[in-house]
């Protein structure tokens, strides 16, 4: 089985590379953010507790998104394998997650951590809130705050993982396609 965590901050490119990789793999997709905004869809009382977080870029607290991806675990059956997504983001998300997947026979296998310049992040952003119409893309301010959020409590998660050897890091600045084939690289590698 294969399990990946794909790491990098807002604007990476975490989900476009998602795309290509489920596709060539066939792996589960777990986008905590793409889970979210499903329940805030439904307007479901998980929806909307996580939206007055979301809309200010902050993080939704640890136990309501680690009961949420305990639950897609659970209901996933006969999968090659996750591609965890936005997640985990804190290391107390981290460690829970071990904990999910250890209960279950399963491990992380690496993660894949997409290195993109903070003004690069920025630009990306602004340019995908002019047509994704999420309201967290849409203003200076909550760009900001994503991506302080991202330096304060999530890049631990890295350190996390480099503790167990299992980090990579990709330059996450060029085409699209070679992005991905270096992606695949380290995939093949394990
Ligand atoms: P991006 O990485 O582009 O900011 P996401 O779609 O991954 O977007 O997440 C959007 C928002 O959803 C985050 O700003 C946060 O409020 C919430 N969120 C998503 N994943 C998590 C998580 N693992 N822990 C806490 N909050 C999360």
Do not use: W
């Not at 986008?31 to 979301?54: E, N, P, V």
């Not at 997640?87 to 904990?99: C, E, G, Y």
């Amino acid at each position: 089985m294969l399990n990946i965590v794909l790491f990098g901050p807002p604007g990476a490119g975490k989900g476009t590379q998602s795309e290509k990789l489920i596709a060539k793999y066939k792996l589960t997709h777990l986008s905590t953010g793409d889970l979210f905004r499903a329940h805030l869809g439904q307007g479901t009382d998980l929806g909307q507790l996580a939206r007055k977080y979301m809309d200010e870029g902050r993080l939704v607290p640890d136990e309501v998104v680690i009961g949420m991806v305990d639950d897609k675990i659970k209901n996933t059956q006969d999968s090659n394998g996750f591609i965890f997504d936005g997640f985990p983001r804190t290391v107390a998300q981290a460690r829970a997650l071990d904990l999910l997947l250890e209960e279950k026979n399963m491990s992380i296998s690496g993660m894949i951590a997409l290195d993109v310049p903070e003004e690069v992040l920025k630009e990306r952003i602004r340019e995908r809130g002019e047509t994704s119409g999420r309201v967290d893309d849409q203003d200076e301010e909550k760009i900001k705050t994503r991506i302080q959020v991202y330096l304060d409590e999530t890049i631990p998660v890295a350190t996390y993982y480099k503790g167990q050897e299992k980090l990579t890091k990709i330059h996450g600045v060029g085409a699209i396609d070679e992005i991905f084939a270096n992606i695949c690289e380290v995939i093949d590698s394990y």
